[in-house]
C-alpha cells in the first residue's frame, strides 16, 4: 500500500483531516481526504501569492482569501471532526519556495525531543539565511542508510523551516475559514509519496519559476533542492539536475534509477525523451491514482494516496 515518506509518517497516526488545502501562485486546491473526487480549485489572479521563503507570500490578502471563500468546506464532512463545533482540521501544503528543507547527518542523536531540536536548531543556524527564534521548525530522525538501502552508522534528519510571520498568513487566511491547520508542509515533500518505494529516484517539479529537486532513496528524502530560475528553459533544468545526479552517485553510493517530472504540462513527454538522452536515465511524468499531478495539486495529490485512500 502506498504511504507517506518515512519522515512524514509520524502524523497518520491520527485519523487525517478532512481537507488538504495546497497553496501555490496559480490558486488554492482543495480535496477532501476521504472522497478524492471532491476536489476544486481557484485560480488566482497574477501577483495575488508571491512565494518567498522571507517575505510575506500573501501579497493580496483579499483577493486570495476570495478565491479560499469559494471553496467549500463543509464542517464534520467526509469523517472530519469539526473542532468544538467550530473548526475543520485540513492538512495544509504551502508553495515549495516558502519552506525550506535541509537533510542533516548526525553520528550520535539525544533520545530526548528537547535536546535533538537544540542540536538541529544549532546546526540549521548555520545554514538557514534567518532567525530560527522566529522561525516554526519541524523534523524527523531515522537511520541512515548506505547504497544498498540498509541501515548504516548514524542518524538522518529532515527539518523543514518556515518563518512565523508567513506561517501565521496562511493559518489565518484558513481559521477564517473554520479551518484548523494541523499539519503543514510543502507541496514537494507531500509529493514524495507518489515515488516508487522500491528505487532511487529524482523528482523535478516546476511551480511557476521555481524547480525543486528531491532525491528518494528506498521511500526515504536523502537530497532536496528548491531554487528560483531566471527563466525557464532546458540549460537551467540541467544546470541543477547534473550535480544532483553526481551528489547520488557520489553522498548514496548508488545511481538515480528514475527521473520523475512534474508541472511542466505539455512540455513533460518531450523533456522526458530529452532527459532520457542526455543522462541515459529512464524519465517519465508523474502520476497519481487521481489523475496527472500538476504543479498546483502534486502535494495534495500525494498527500492523500500516501495516507491510502482509494478512489470511490
Not at 485540513?90 to 550520535?108: N, Q
Not at 514537494?188 to 511551480?207: F, T
Request: hydrophobic share 45%; proline share 6%; net charge negative.
Amino acid at each position: 500500500m502506498p504511504k507517506l515518506p518515512a519522515f512524514l509518517e509520524r502524523w497518520i497516526a491520527d485519523p487525517p483531516p478532512a481537507w488538504v488545502v495546497e497553496f501555490s501562485e496559480a490558486g488554492i486546491f482543495r480535496a477532501a481526504t476521504g472522497t478524492p473526487s471532491d476536489a476544486r480549485f481557484e485560480a488566482l489572479p497574477d501577483g495575488a501569492l508571491a512565494a518567498s521563503p522571507v517575505e510575506s507570500n500573501l501579497r493580496d490578502y483579499e483577493r486570495v482569501a476570495e478565491a479560499l471563500n469559494a471553496l467549500p468546506f463543509d464542517e464534520g464532512a467526509h469523517g472530519g471532526k469539526a473542532r468544538g463545533g467550530k473548526e475543520t482540521a485540513a492538512a495544509v501544503l504551502l508553495p515549495d519556495y516558502s519552506v525550506r528543507t535541509s537533510i542533516l547527518d548526525f553520528e550520535d542523536f539525544p533520545t530526548r525531543h528537547d535536546e535533538q531540536e537544540q542540536l538541529v536548531r544549532l546546526r540549521l543556524r548555520k545554514i538557514v539565511p534567518y532567525d530560527l527564534e522566529a522561525a516554526h521548525v519541524a523534523f524527523q530522525s531515522f537511520p541512515k542508510q548506505n547504497a544498498e538501502g540498509g541501515a548504516a552508522a548514524g542518524i538522518t534528519v529532515v527539518a523543514t523551516m518556515c518563518p512565523l510571520h508567513i506561517l501565521a498568513e496562511y493559518e489565518a487566511l484558513l481559521r477564517q475559514r473554520r479551518c484548523h491547520p494541523g499539519f503543514v508542509s510543502s507541496s514537494a515533500l507531500a509529493a514524495l509519496s507518489l515515488l516508487p518505494a522500491d528505487e532511487v529516484s529524482l523528482l523535478a517539479k516546476l511551480s511557476g519559476s521555481v524547480l525543486t529537486a528531491a532525491v528518494s532513496q528506498k521511500g526515504i528524502l536523502r537530497l532536496m533542492r528548491t531554487v528560483e530560475l531566471l527563466e525557464v528553459s532546458w540549460e537551467e533544468l540541467l544546470n541543477l539536475l547534473q550535480p544532483m545526479l553526481a551528489m547520488v552517485e557520489d553522498q548514496l553510493g548508488a545511481r538515480t534509477e528514475r527521473l520523475w517530472l512534474c508541472g511542466f504540462r505539455e512540455d513533460a513527454a518531450a523533456l522526458a525523451r530529452g532527459l532520457e538522452k542526455e543522462f541515459g536515465i529512464p524519465a517519465a511524468e508523474l502520476s497519481s491514482r487521481f489523475g496527472t499531478p500538476q504543479a498546483h495539486n502534486a502535494g495534495a495529490l500525494g498527500y492523500i494516496q500516501g495516507l491510502g485512500e482509494q478512489l470511490p
